[in-house]
């Protein structure tokens, strides 16, 4: 009876939290016009008359004039996501090991300023790292959208904590094998914090999939774009297509979903080491 | 040339850190600094920037619309208490042993994992007065919906709303959870030999042990909060109807990008980040006292 309750609380819950997402799927396969039609009946609303999957290929069509449109914008925030995070779990891992293994003067300072920024809401040093952009004459290029995010104190944060926590007998034993530092961090330390890595690599990437502020300062032209910023021009252009706009949005948050269900286990246990304040 | 062996690591500890660190100096401690130099100045981009000493300052505290848009953000904040109990409550009924609760657990946290312009677009959709979802349901019990994003009065509770369907089953719920599990289960135990009931064991019990919990996530929620709105607005309403939406945030933005008020845009995110800082002090502060597991 218990049992049948927290189920019940549990469905409830979960067809909540789905609903808008069917509404999505729904509206993104009906007809241009049908969306039009006021009901009074929500179920009569979300089941579409007819399901016209072209609507997705649709999404490609009509934007292709805007810089290579919807195709081009997915190739954009596939690469800035990919060489973003890249850049940063490599950097991240090496200032890491550098912050939790290696003695050198002035080392926990440093590691101070980092804890120090984390709290530094981001609209302080865009402004400067916008003026750093158009100084260089880096607007509208890559270099601009994946340079800058490329640096993370919070990566270096989490991947230190992680790094902190393997013992050193193994670290020990290969010294004493004559093993050097790089070979102790490429074959030692990085096998051991997979999971910490793992999860690095799955945060910053969806986090860079999805970014908005910094490509929006950064960028002019279409074709440079985006997802998240592609959409939004097509929301200027066409603001009633609400079929081709749910799938077009549907198309950008469906490789988050997979990532997510794919890397869940990882995600999770990120959270809980994030938490860890320090 | 021979080096000490702490003389190497030191050297390999330097070099291991460079690029980390040279990224860092270049694209987030000078620009601290350099955000709070200009804040000192008008700068519009074109001209030459002119020193004005605190008058950006001073002009914000005299600023209508900065304090409209302050109130703005600490009213949007308003729904971090409702959001975390949502929260508190999923992870009550979801710490069981039961079958299918990971499915449970991979639904809730969608909106989260997705949060972002996608999930902008759809909710302007689903507020459409006419043939939006909600109104659609609101009809059918026989209530005739607001205008919400196009209102005043609506526009606010309408971005509360969806944020609690983005955040309720996400990161909160995950660290409520863990918390619940670290309850030790003979607490429990007592207190049904001493007949307590399941409301007397949540305020006896649960309330207090995830206390440490409940506060690191409030003062995390205050700190992104003070910052947030941005986005959603920008998507959703563009800061209005009549600036409704518009937060703090949302005003540097318009200052900064808009309008190239570059030195008054840097003083109003220095004042965030001060009210962020105390923040954070408060957290660091009282976080450790009331730790008890």
Redo the contacts between chains.
Sequence with gaps: MKKLLTYLILGFVGLFLLLPFLWMLSTSVKPAGDVFTSSDNPLQALRPREVRWQNYAKVYDVTRHMGGGFARWYLNSLLVAAVVTLGQVTTSACAAYAFSRLRFPGRDKIFLGYLGTMMVPGAVTMIPNFMLMRQLGAVDSYFALMVPPMFSAYGTFLLRQFFMNIPRDLEEAATIDGCGLFRIFTTIILPLSKPALATLTIFTFMGNWQSFYWPLIVLTQDSMKTLPLGLLSFLGLYNTQWTLLMAGSLMMILPMILVFILGQKWFISGIQLGALKG | MALTR?G???????L??L??????L???????L??LV?SFFAWD?FTPPKFVGLHNFSALMKDGAFWYYGYNTVFLMLAIPANMLGSLF?AT??N?K?RG?VI?R??????T???????Y???R??YNP??G?IN??L??VGIAGPEWLQSVTWAKPALMFMGF?TV??G?NM??YL?ALQGVPPELYEAADIDGANGWQKFWAITWPMVSPTTF?IFTMSL?GG??GG??QA??MTRGGPAGATTTV?YY??NH??VWNH?GY??A???V??AA??VM?LLNWRF?GRVVHY
């Design positions: 702490k190497r690591i030191a050297l390999a500890g330097g291991f850190l690029p980390n660190f040279l990224g860092f270049i694209f987030t401690s000078l620009p601290v350099a955000s200009l981009l999923l009924v979801m069981r039961l609760i449970f991979t639904i809730y946290f969608l909106p994992i997705v949060a972002g312009v996608g999930t677009i759809l909710w959709w689903l006419d043939y979802l659609t349901v009809r059918a369907w309720v089953g990161y995950i660290l863990a690191f700190i003070l910052q941005f986005e920008f998507v945030s540097i933005y900064a990008f570059m845009a840097a109003i995110a220095w965030l980040f962020v800082f954070t976080g």
